[in-house]
T-cell receptor, first 114, second 116 residues
Framework: AQSVTQPDIHITVSEGASLELRCNYS??????LFWYVQSPGQGLQLLLK??????LVQGIKGFEAEFKRSQSSFNLRKPSVHWSDAAEYFC????????????FGPGTSLSVIP | EAQVTQNPRYLITVTGKKLTVTCSQN?????MSWYRQDPGLGLRQIYY???????DKGDVPEGYKVSRKEKRNFPLILESPSPNQTSLYFC???????????????FGPGTRLTVL
């Protein structure tokens, strides 16, 4: 069955510390991979995406993610977190074909300590 | 400005009273979708549409209807709302790209629905 897991429900980091949010998926062939961010009271915004090619993808706001096929993972990283990064982060996968669905993970809530 | 708009943003209603949440996008996107967001469950897809007059069920379609008569609009209809439909709803749109697959999704601001 197709699924996306984000093992960490909630993470707290200090401002300036590094960050890694984990995402694992089960989807058969390599799908499109996305990370979205949801600030409080807002809709979701794309941080970055992977379709093919270089497995290290750069996104907005200083985020990057690395696709590891052998681990079926697409972890999100940032070297130095800012207080404004506090938000909910969603990993999403799909679609494999035109009519496949995009599947979202349950989300990881990030808190940043000043 | 490229955007997805939803109305209303907040709605409190009672069980059984039909309601419609509108969604409109100005990016000429073929693909549109409705999601509901519940704590601990992430986003679950309700319905999606690949183009005008083409709609299909997502993961949680029970109790909802949609229509796609125009490319820009994709309303979500609850014919007889029930308390378990209390949730935060998002509309999204995307282009299909050369591969015919949904690309980056652009999300509306959300509609918080409470059914008493």
């Amino acid at each position: 069955a197709q699924s996306v897991t984000q093992p960490d429900i909630h993470i707290t980091v200090s401002e300036g510390a590094s960050l890694e949010l984990r995402c694992n998926y089960s989807y058969g062939a390599t799908p499109y991979l996305f990370w979205y961010v949801q600030s409080p009271g807002q809709g979701l915004q794309l941080l970055l995406k992977y379709f093919s090619g270089d497995t290290l993808v750069q996104g907005i706001k200083g985020f990057e993610a690395e696709f590891k096929r052998s681990q079926s993972s697409f972890n999100l990283r940032k070297p130095s977190v800012h207080w404004s990064d506090a938000a909910e982060y969603f990993c999403a996968v799909g679609p494999k074909t035109s009519y496949d669905k995009v599947i979202f993970g349950p989300g990881t809530s990030l808190s940043v300590i000043p | 400005e490229a955007q997805v708009t939803q109305n209303p943003r907040y709605l409190i209603t009672v069980t059984g009273k039909k309601l419609t949440v509108t969604c409109s996008q100005n990016m000429n996107h073929e693909y549109m979708s409705w999601y509901r967001q519940d704590p601990g469950l992430g986003l679950r897809q309700i319905y999606y549409s690949m183009n005008v007059e083409v709609t299909d069920k997502g993961d949680v379609p029970e109790g909802y209807k949609v229509s796609r008569k125009e490319k820009r609009n994709f309303p979500l209809i609850l014919e007889s709302p029930s308390p378990n439909q209390t949730s935060l709803y998002f509309c999204a749109s995307s282009s299909l790209g050369t591969s015919g697959r949904s690309d980056t999704q652009y999300f509306g601001p959300g509609t918080r629905l409470t059914v008493l």
